[in-house]
């Protein structure tokens, strides 16, 4: 494969290669036919906006190559070709409108349409997954599952019929950052400036570390979690009981295991957006469907859209402070929602792992019969690694539910994590003042730094991260890593294309070398996007 | 309610309290029609032998309550009548002859076969299945997800007609064990006997709390597990690559882990019988259904059963040395299996997590492609509660789908935990041979013991455990338990009902001592059933 085209490929994404057009083409049937392709379009026309960056990628890059071969100059196509391409396709128009205002190449635009025969370009184009008569029995009698060699994210399986033509794999190379995963591990650099991880630079209480050293224990714990934490967790919430917690595996597996408890075939889970780039895909694995509610004008809930879409979901997920936006809620809208839920009977999933890091007041808890607070000490005790979260919630079913559940996909949670978990709520309530004052100086720095910038974002109230509007988000995450060696992630990760995610969990030295690093690019290769 | 008839109830269970018998059947229709009705009775057609405690326990209430107020004189029925109700609805003779053989009650039988016209007692009855076409559409128009309180065990929700009658909730209380969980933190007793635990009672190496004495690190790990413990066991299997190894939470994360990446929507996943108890859960809970392979004589694979069935799964699973059974499969079989896989093109999941607690010869690692070996630093090195697995396989492709999914549901394994792994592993080998050598000499004496008291019962080869038959194994459970203080585990919930499971992992002394408690209970109680 030609070193050219293999440039315009996207990273972690699965491609065929295919000899001519016509094979392009009858793959193409063959996959829409078959019991995989309809799986995957099938998922795609119920989680498309935004869909799973694998189901994307699958989509994209069937389509995508097929198209490349398609065109005699076979142009190198980028990534956002790929976006619109999937979009034109599945008549998704966000998608399009992302991809297209980059792309800006109206013949190949055209070439598409006619070759695809879908209609005007943009427009919706409801027929695209009808059931096509093609007759693929004779793939169908032959057909394997092939897997086919994928970059770092996650592998798709594709039908392929065999008889066809013999499948050539190719090697992935690209610029495109694939994921946050890409960036994990790297940042301790003395060169490398990170804005990318999320999670607390200053270490956790000393009290931590000094009980690990007397830990003795290595028997089963309970599945539910150790008595005494549980305990010590439930002088924190109001009226709450330790039979009310679930300790779990970070605030992931807490999250996981909600998803999984509460899960019914397709049922709809109503998440924020920008959304915390884990959301969709947990709620995909469980069975049910991701929905949307938008973020509005300085990263508030809607209440009125929120409201809208809420009914017919069979839960909402709150996230303030959020995780990408920084974003905290307005309190009055936290008890609309409260009663609009109890109303509606749905489940509120309140991800909370950032509430003690909130710089104007206290942290409002979500109160309610079917509330489930998710919580964690990796940010509040910057425990991030030992991996120590839980779900609070006083709905006994549920509870119950979770922790049988529990019992057979993981069992305890780590004992002597949590017995550090326990030391840490001993430290003094200086050592997280201390902390929030510190964050508080850095958002100060960097917010105040990208206004001087004329960069538009929301003030962040909240965690440690600022999202600013970039546009073309995924070339300037690139081109910030390989060209001014700074770690900054694609807001496209968390459901907002067009804007960066820059975690403040950084000195201030490293700040300001960063805000100086952005100037430089915001005044040269910026200025040419 | 009265307590009467609630000591008949069985701990962990749903029930409804239901005020007539008609008001009753007409639940039955309601709830067989409805389409949650529908989905635990399709679940039931292909799971029910042996079903997920949940599902026999969900349609054991439903129709044993319904049944029990049915009877004017209202006898006080126990879980085996519950069981053998279930079997003559499902048609199912399994769980009749199980349940039948205890309750002994005919005329009991005979008023149910009247009941329900389902033939003659103790025959299949296929046509329960079939759709009814009484029409529920009035039910449907006011249908409401209803969730009904349960006892320790999982709730389960049910298709409730509010139109029909008010729910009325219960208290559960019964003395039958619901299930392990029921035992979980109980055994330090000086006076108990503990036969139950499934972990080393002896401690871990001193290197693994030497090392977390030192321990300073606190931020996130690679999700994939950390480097150096990668590679220290990739040194452990020929041919290995740290890139081939995913750290876990313990091996049950890693099942549910390779379950839900290699899932596809009702594909089948062969398991042997007698499993480990968890092993039905995570297949179900990934979408796939459990199929079974039944242990012959002296707990061995009948490769021709297996060959028979394995052809139409997605993927089986090998658990040798085995829990429950002790007993460690052939090698000339295992090679037969990877070779009959390979050909087949199936996942191989190889739960090897004894495979250093083997008496007589060394653990078979078994190879191949698709060949997915999970193992545990809990048993090798007594480190249950720290909670720390792993998932080796060659499949590239697996692996980045396992790792993706870890990304989102997990994150990375507590890195504590990883460093006490790596250095347990700096133990001399006398630290794992000086175990095994204590394991055989309890194996030999409780194995010795049982044959003296007359016990049926397969030779364990490894592992902890023996599983001698016992004809009513839950009411031995529940009165060695009440009566004799003695715990123990029923073979029904590792799906070898008239089987109990003794773990030898426990003093001598205790062993002894708990053979003469088991001696008494066989002179006496037992004589009676």
Redesign the interface.
Known sequence: MASRTAESLVAGTSYLLLPTTSVAVDFADVFVDSACGKDVLKDCSVKYEPAPR?MIAINSAVYFFIYAKSLPKAEILNACDATAIHGLLLGNTRFLKTGLALARRSSLRRRLTKFYRCGTVGESNPNFHRKQSWDYTHAARRH??I?V??G????VKMFWCQSMLPMVQCDIMSKLIPGP?FF??KGDDTDLISFG?G?PDL??PPEA?NA??K?????????QGEENLRTRLAEEYPGAKPEHFVIT??A??AI?LVM?SISKQGGKVLLPRPYY??YP??VS?S?MVPEYYDLAEGGKIDYAQFADIAPGCRAVLINSPSNPTGTVQEIKTLKKIEALCDRLGLYIISDEVYKDLIYDRKNYLLHGKHVVTVNSFSKTF??????VGYVYSQD???V??I???K???????????QF?ALAAMRAPASYVEKHVKIWKERRDMLYAGMLELGLELWKPEGAFYVLPKLKNSGRVVSDLYYKYRMITYDGAWFGAPDHVRFSYALDVSKIKEGLRRLKKFLDTEYKKY
């Not at 770092?152 to 592998?155: A, L, M, Q």
């Not at 830990?215 to 599945?223: A, D, H, Q, T």
Request: net charge positive; with cysteine; aromatic share 12%.
């Open positions: 694998t394997k599952w897997s060699r994928t770092v994210t996650v592998p995963s994990i591990g991880s999670q270490p956790p570390f690990l050293k830990y003795k224990g290595f028997k089963y714990g309970l599945i595996n970070g992931s597996e996981d999984r780039y884990s895909h947990v694995y069975g910057a425990m991030c690694g030992f991996r006994a079913e549920l119950s539910s922790v049988e559940m019992n057979h996909t993981s069992m305890n949670t780590s004992v002597a994590a550090m």
